[in-house]
Nanobody, 113 residues
Framework: QPQLVESGGGLVQPGGSLRLSCVASGFTFSDYSMSWWRQVPGKERELVAGISNRGLSTHYGDSVQGRFTVSRDNDRNTVYLQMNNLKPEDTAVYYC??????WGQGTQVTVSS
């Protein structure tokens, strides 16, 4: 059974940076694409970024293009989300998603002065 554990969230000022991590287990990590999503209470979950199984292809939501970077380390079974120039509207719970509709527990990111 796939398991995903996110970390790295927190409180950051506008313009600041954070790096989220998602450690995967229970499946062959290098066989699957991975993605990051976010959700604000009362709104639908939004795709933030995705990365192919070997990291050769990435894609981003329009609202984060140019500010966020997704990457992965298949030796460490970990996918990352580097978030730069954070804005208050980036405040959300961020989730890692993997195969078979697997999801992590989420990590809170709050952007506020």
């Amino acid at each position: 059974q796939p398991q995903l554990v996110e970390s790295g969230g927190g409180l950051v000022q506008p313009g600041g940076s954070l790096r989220l991590s998602c450690v995967a287990s229970g499946f062959t990590f290098s066989d699957y694409s991975m993605s990051w999503w976010r959700q604000v209470p009362g709104k639908e979950r939004e795709l933030v970024a995705g990365i192919s199984n070997r990291g050769l292809s990435t894609h981003y939501g329009d609202s984060v293009q140019g500010r966020f970077t997704v990457s992965r380390d298949n030796d460490r079974n970990t996918v990352y989300l580097q978030m730069n120039n954070l804005k208050p509207e980036d405040t959300a719970v961020y989730y890692c998603a993997g195969p078979r509709d697997s999801w992590g527990q989420g990590t809170q990111v709050t952007v506020s002065s």
